[in-house]
T-cell receptor, first 110, second 115 residues
Framework: QKEVEQNSGPLSVPEGAIASLNCTYS??????FFWYRQYSGKSPELIMF????GDKEDGRFTAQLNKASQYVSLLIRDSQPSDSATYLC??????????FGAGTRLFVKA | DVKVTQSSRYLVKRTGEKVFLECVQD?????MFWYRQDPGLGLRLIYF???????EKGDIPEGYSVSREKKERFSLILESASTNQTSMYLC??????????????FGEGSRLTVL
C-alpha cells in the first residue's frame, strides 16, 4: 500500500508562472518531508525539506506542510524551462525509513 | 560535496546469475539505502542500514540481500537474478544528526538488465 501519493502529471505551466505540486501521506507518524528533483536520466537531488507545519521558503521554492490534513506541497515561483523535471515527494517514518511517492512530471513551456 | 559512488552504471546478466552491486560514500554517513526505480512505481526501498553490520528490510526485500562490513560501503546482492529484477538501482546515504536521516544523497544509479 502506497504511503506517499502524488499526481503523476504531467503538469504543464508557462514560463514565469507558479507551479504547484501536491502530495499526501498516510502515516501520521511521518516526521520529516522532502522534495527531490529528478532530471531525465539522472538521480534524484534534494531541493527542499520541511519538518514543521507551515511554509518554508528557499529562493523560488516554497514547501508547505499541513500535518492535520497529511498534505505537503511545493510551489515553484517564476518557473523556468530548466525546472522541467520529475518532482518526488518523500516522507521519513520510524526515524530511518524514507518512502517516496511516484513523482510528478513538470513541464515548463518557454 | 557528498559523493556516493556506485560501481557499475550498466550491467547485463543472465537469469540465475549472482549479482553484486557496490556502493561507497565518502561523507562518513551512518545510514545507507538501496532503492529500485521503475516507471510508474517510483522509488521503492529494498534494504537500509543505520550502522555497520546492521540491516533492515525495506518494502520489497524479497530476492535481495545486503552487506555492510564497513561504514562507507553497502552492497546489494541478488542471489539468483530474475527478469523481474531488471530495473534501475539507486544507492543513497544520509547522516543521523538533527533529524537529517531523510536528506538522502544518491549515487548515479546502476541499470541492471536480466535476460
Amino acid at each position: 500500500q502506497k504511503e506517499v501519493e502524488q499526481n503523476s502529471g504531467p503538469l504543464s505551466v508557462p514560463e514565469g508562472a507558479i507551479a504547484s505540486l501536491n502530495c499526501t501521506y498516510s502515516d501520521r507518524g511521518s516526521q520529516s518531508f522532502f522534495w527531490y528533483r529528478q532530471y531525465s536520466g539522472k538521480s534524484p537531488e534534494l531541493i527542499m525539506f520541511i519538518y514543521s507545519n507551515g511554509d518554508k521558503e528557499d529562493g523560488r521554492f516554497t514547501a508547505q506542510l499541513n500535518k492535520a490534513s497529511q498534505y505537503v506541497s511545493l510551489l515553484i515561483r517564476d518557473s523556468q524551462p530548466s525546472d522541467s523535471a520529475t518532482y518526488l515527494c518523500a516522507a521519513t517514518t520510524g526515524g530511518f525509513k524514507t518512502i517516496f511517492g511516484a513523482g510528478t512530471r513538470l513541464f515548463v513551456k518557454a | 560535496d557528498v559523493k556516493v559512488t556506485q560501481s557499475s552504471r550498466y550491467l547485463v546478466k543472465r537469469t540465475g546469475e549472482k549479482v553484486f552491486l557496490e556502493c561507497v560514500q565518502d561523507m562518513d554517513h551512518e545510514n545507507m539505502f538501496w532503492y529500485r526505480q521503475d516507471p510508474g512505481l517510483g522509488l521503492r526501498l529494498i534494504y537500509f542500514s543505520y550502522d555497520v553490520k546492521m540491516k533492515e528490510k525495506g518494502d520489497i526485500p524479497e530476492g535481495y540481500s545486503v552487506s555492510r562490513e564497513k561504514k562507507e560501503r553497502f552492497s546489494l546482492i541478488l542471489e539468483s537474478a530474475s527478469t523481474n529484477q531488471t530495473s534501475m538501482y539507486l544507492c543513497a546515504s544520509s547522516g543521523s544528526t538533527g533529524g537529517r536521516t531523510g536528506e538522502l544523497f544518491f549515487g548515479e544509479g546502476s541499470r541492471l538488465t536480466v535476460l
